[in-house]
């Protein structure tokens, strides 16, 4: 297996533009997890899907961020307009289902710097 | 809002030392997980205790848990250079769905 795929690695933009980052889960697991790490505020959950609805989106931190599955093995969170605030490592994560129980299994990132 | 908080937030020791890492939490929980993140790399998970379950080991891996204490603890022994990395404790909140993740203890082992 392949892990989770993250995509682009780096993401470098300025102030205003739009970004879009994808993620593809594992196969077979029915849960996904978007986050973003920062040094001041470590790893936060922004929003997380089950059989690909929406759950909690009570991260997500603005109307400028949104996320959509439209399939198991598809997802994106789009930032729009970016600010220079929005600067970090963004994660997903996925795992067989939503539940303490299991463990996730996280992408490698993606780093977006705005400029 | 932080659930779980590490401590010490950065340790260093030598190869072949053990490591102790500790983690409170605030709420009563069903399961606590640990993971590792390499520099520039997504967590991996390292091993997952249930809240009836007072220890486990995976390998140089010894958790314990105190559901009393809200509490847990991590020890690596016999570290490697390997093993340096940032560790984190990961929590469930009861009937929700999602892990709550502290901000790690950063851990650097000295050849």
């Known amino acids: 297996d392949a892990g989770v795929i993250q995509s682009p690695r780096h993401e470098v933009t300025e102030m205003g533009q739009e970004v879009t980052l994808r993620c593809k889960p594992i196969?077979?697991?029915?849960?996904l997890f978007w986050y973003r790490q920062t040094m001041m505020r470590g790893l936060e959950l922004l929003i997380y899907?089950?059989?690909?609805?929406?759950?909690?989106d009570s991260g997500m931190p603005e109307d400028r961020f949104s996320a959509k599955m439209p399939n198991a093995s598809f997802s994106t969170l789009k930032i729009q307009p970016s600010e220079p605030r929005d600067s970090a490592v963004y994660f997903c994560?996925?795992?067989?289902?939503?539940?303490?129980?299991?463990?996730?299994?996280f992408g490698p990132g993606t780093r977006l710097t705005v400029t | 809002s932080q659930q779980g908080e590490e401590d010490p937030q950065a340790l260093s020791i030598q190869e072949g030392e053990n490591a102790t890492m500790n983690c409170s939490y605030k709420?009563?929980?069903?399961?606590l997980q640990w993971y590792r993140q390499n520099s520039g790399r997504g967590l991996v998970h390292l091993i997952l205790?249930?809240?009836?379950?007072r220890e486990k080991h995976s390998g140089r891996l010894r958790v314990t848990l105190d559901t009393s204490k809200k509490s847990s603890s991590l020890l690596i022994t016999a570290s490697r250079a390997a093993d340096t990395a940032s560790y984190f404790c990961?929590?469930?909140?009861?009937?929700?769905?999602?892990?709550?993740f502290g901000k790690g203890t950063k851990l650097s082992v000295k050849p």
């Open positions: 994560a996925s795992s067989r289902t939503a539940s303490g129980a299991y463990e996730q299994y």
């Open positions: 196969s077979g697991h029915n849960s």
């Open positions: 899907f089950n059989n690909n609805v929406p759950i909690d």
């Open positions: 709420t009563s929980i069903n399961n």
């Open positions: 205790i249930r809240s009836n379950e």
């Open positions: 990961a929590t469930d909140r009861g009937s929700q769905g999602n892990l709550i």
